[in-house]
């Protein structure tokens, strides 16, 4: 008997939607796979949390996340509170404070889905981006001198380690060695302007690289790579980059394969010593945001990553398989790939195919 004890953020914008979708996808597939259970606690942290108590989570928040098996978030934003305030006041802080140096976010082009470029069909983007967690540019290293006046300095710094760089690139490896693909991990930096930090990375790149001689190996600047994103998605299969690089880059590739709405991700603690955390990539969409009509199936796609993350591959499996079926058959989808139905009918459906799949 397997009872998992879940911390669930809504957070903020669409979160508050999607979430409850996600939800529904965990306990459809509890009532289908035999010796599965939930156990729900929901935190209302976040934005309006903010404006009530100055904090996006309580001082002792991370403290109380501790014991949970994993953490399924929504979003992090506001229109009204300024982005560093919101995204360094709740998400940054349990990706650092679980030590979830290992995020990845998978893109694939479903049969069903249309892509944005012209002449790609049904799996010819098939990638997987590694992006490094807890460091790089998102790092709070910096500051402000002199602050409004002519002299006003601001220094930020972006912060590499050896332990942080190796195990992501480490892990997109072995990621790639048991991936029933082309078995090709691709590096993304920009060395020939930021000649520490990038350089540094490229090194441990080529260090590691030997450990595989089996997977082939590319490095590329992200200007470059950005453009071939766009140009020939197809030829990427794993991809590993810093904390902002991977940020970036994993957005275009959510968008050519179809939908924001379709993107899922998972930040992990490797060593699981802390729970690992679960999200959608799209954020609080402030533009559709109350509306109804946000994508959940980013969010069932993450919860199927927790499932496989906690070691219930069938269960995962069987959350993959609905996400695929409702993409191809169809008959229920979302404004952003062409249909009518709302969040909740979307999230109704995705359950559906679940139970029957």
């Not at 459809?28 to 309006?48: C, D, I, K, N, Y």
């Not at 014991?67 to 650092?96: E, K, W």
């Not at 976010?105 to 790609?120: D, I, M, T």
């Not at 991936?179 to 080529?206: H, L």
Request: with cysteine; glycine share 10%.
């Amino acid at each position: 008997m397997a009872d998992y004890n879940l911390a669930v953020i809504p957070g903020d914008g669409v979160g508050l939607e999607v979430i409850a979708e996600g939800r529904k996808a965990l306990e459809a597939v509890a009532s289908v796979t035999e010796g599965l259970s939930f156990q729900f606690t929901e935190f209302p942290w976040g934005s309006e949390y903010y404006r009530e108590t100055g904090n996006l989570m309580p001082e002792d928040g991370i403290e109380i996340l501790k014991g949970f098996d994993s953490i399924l978030f929504g979003a992090v934003g506001d229109p009204n509170i300024p982005d560093h305030i919101t995204l360094h006041g709740l998400l940054l802080p349990m990706r650092r404070g679980f030590d979830q140096g290992v995020c990845i976010r998978p893109a694939y082009l479903y049969p069903g889905v249309e892509s944005p470029l012209a002449g790609k069909k049904a799996g010819d983007i098939d990638m997987v981006i590694f992006r490094e967690n807890t460091e790089g540019e998102y790092a709070p290293v910096g500051g402000r001198l002199y602050a409004g006046t002519a002299h006003e300095t601001v220094v930020q710094t972006n912060m590499f380690t050896r332990r942080g760089t190796e195990r992501i690139i480490r892990a997109a490896f072995e990621y790639c060695v048991r991936r029933d693909k082309r078995k090709k991990v691709t590096s993304v930096t920009k060395s020939n302007a930021q000649s520490f930090g990038m350089v540094f990375w490229d090194e441990v790149f080529q260090e590691v690289s030997a450990d595989y001689p089996q997977i082939e190996t590319e490095s590329l600047l992200v200007d470059r790579a950005c453009m071939d994103l766009v140009r020939w998605p197809e030829d990427f299969d794993v991809m590993v980059a810093s904390n902002l690089f991977a940020d970036i880059l994993s957005d275009i590739a959510a968008v050519v394969t179809g939908s924001m709405g379709l993107a899922p991700s998972a930040n992990i603690n490797p060593e699981k010593e802390y729970p690992s955390l679960f999200e959608p990539v799209h954020g609080a969409a402030f533009d559709i945001m109350g509306k109804g009509i946000a994508n959940p199936l980013a969010t069932v796609s993450a919860v199927a990553m927790m499932l496989d993350h906690l070691g219930e591959q069938e269960a995962a499996q069987k959350v993959d398989n609905a996400v695929a079926r409702c993409l191809q058959e169809r008959t229920v989808l979302t404004s952003d790939l062409g249909g009518a139905a709302s969040t909740s009918e979307m999230g109704d459906e995705a359950a559906r195919q679940i139970r029957e799949g």
